[in-house]
């Protein structure tokens, strides 16, 4: 006969919040996942399709929060879907144990995590604007898009335009602050070996998803030809391309996503990559319960190495998020975010602020 389940972690609901940020209008999904003792666990993952939110309401009834695997394996929803769950269990797990997530997973490996801004916009002076306002937040980090280029194999006018947005990206945020390049995997390899080789000087803390990760002998190339560090990771879905990227010596910078691959798998990925003497840096672009869930996964990695964060520059977007989870958790001081010292995730979710921003179906 199986053993009683422990009311405290017996779970037996869970709801879906969708949101949506007035400005940025970034999107994201926070859970509620409550245990018949009425504790509460939140998790967070992007779009949520109502058959995945029935499957993992189905999956959960008569389980424990500590059951993730057996959830997991038995179980067939998106990765995003997955994901969300995966923070929402570990942070009752994390109240259970009265201790922080990063404790549970037998951290910490540091005290504070390095900050990397993502800064968007569609022209330079949009993206300058929000590297001198991210600059005086606290950030000494930055990930910058590549122009978009609408005449694919042109790489001088390519490079050109790269170099001017960096140079002035540099100019705004002063002396000492590091840079990463975005080709958020569009540029064909031929451009993109031709800003890797370009960009060799500038000393890019890495070049970021510089073309497709499906062409592994591209991505090879790059990586081999050039001494700009690439990342990739953040689109794949399965471990096994973290795998032959590492084998294959494509990869200097692996970039599990949060909102795909929740902490659990993104720690597998960090594991596989630290037997390669690989750094990790997680890709987050989400709200602030999955930021909670990336410092606390920042914190457990022995080759952490810079986390991610979504830079809102616009003031109605940031209010919404301090509302959400408090503003202390993305609170940036000479380039660090502090680690969450309460159990779970560390933060108190505000219910009202979470229903107010909540996004009404049309």
Known sequence: MPAPLDPKLEMIALDAFP????????????????????????????RLAPADLSALRAAIQGKEASSF???????????????????????LVGKFTNAPVYQVLGGPTRNQARALARIEGETDDAIVAAVSQAHAAGHRAFLIPVPATHAPNHSATLVNATRQRLDRARAAAGPACDFVL????RLTPGDASALAAAFERFHLLW????????SLSAAYRIASENVTPVGFGRFAAEAGVFQEMLRNDAIDIVRPDLARHGITQARRISA????????????????????????NLAASLPNFFIQQVAYPAAEDDRRMRARLAGDAIEIVKDGFLQLPHGPGLGITVNEAALNEYRERAA
């Open 207 to 214: 070049f970021d998803e510089p073309c497709s990760p499906s």
């Open 69 to 91: 695997e057996s959830i997991r394996r038995g179980l067939t929803v998106s990765p995003a879907a997955m994901a969300g769950l995966d923070l929402a269990m570990l942070d």
């Open 272 to 295: 596989l990559a630290e037997t390669y003497y690989v750094a990790v840096a997680p890709f987050h672009d989400g709200g602030p319960i999955a930021t909670a869930a990336a410092l």
């Open 19 to 46: 949101m949506r940020e007035p400005v940025s209008r970034r999107a994201y999904t926070c859970l509620r996942l409550r245990t018949r003792s009425g504790a509460t666990g939140w998790g967070e993952c992007s």
């Open 182 to 185: 975005d080709a958020a995997g």
